[in-house]
């Protein structure tokens, strides 16, 4: 007998794929906040603020994760059921 989960129960990687989500967002915006002197012609913003542009790789790369996570839960699942 397969037991399916209920739709609003949290599965492996759920959590991780919306925290990457989150993190890609704030590197998005940093991204936008930083290019904008370029293109307005003013004083560039110091080299920390590029630095945070780089969250947005590393939340594609925690999703990425969670993605994953959650095949393998899924992958698990099937196997388990196949083999009952």
Do not use: E, N
Not at 30 to 43: I, K, N
Not at 45 to 55: E, R, T
Request: charged share 10%; net charge positive; aromatic share 8%.
């Amino acid at each position: 007998m397969t037991v399916t989960p209920h739709p609003d129960d949290a599965r492996p990687g759920d959590g991780l794929i919306k925290t990457g989500g989150i993190v890609f967002i704030v590197g998005a915006l940093a991204t936008l906040a930083t290019m904008a002197p370029l293109f307005l012609g003013t004083d560039p913003f110091p080299s920390y603020a590029w630095a945070v542009c780089m969250l947005m790789g590393v939340g594609f790369a925690i999703s990425a994760a969670g993605v994953l996570r959650s095949a393998a839960a899924q992958r698990k699942a099937a196997r388990a059921s196949q083999a009952a």
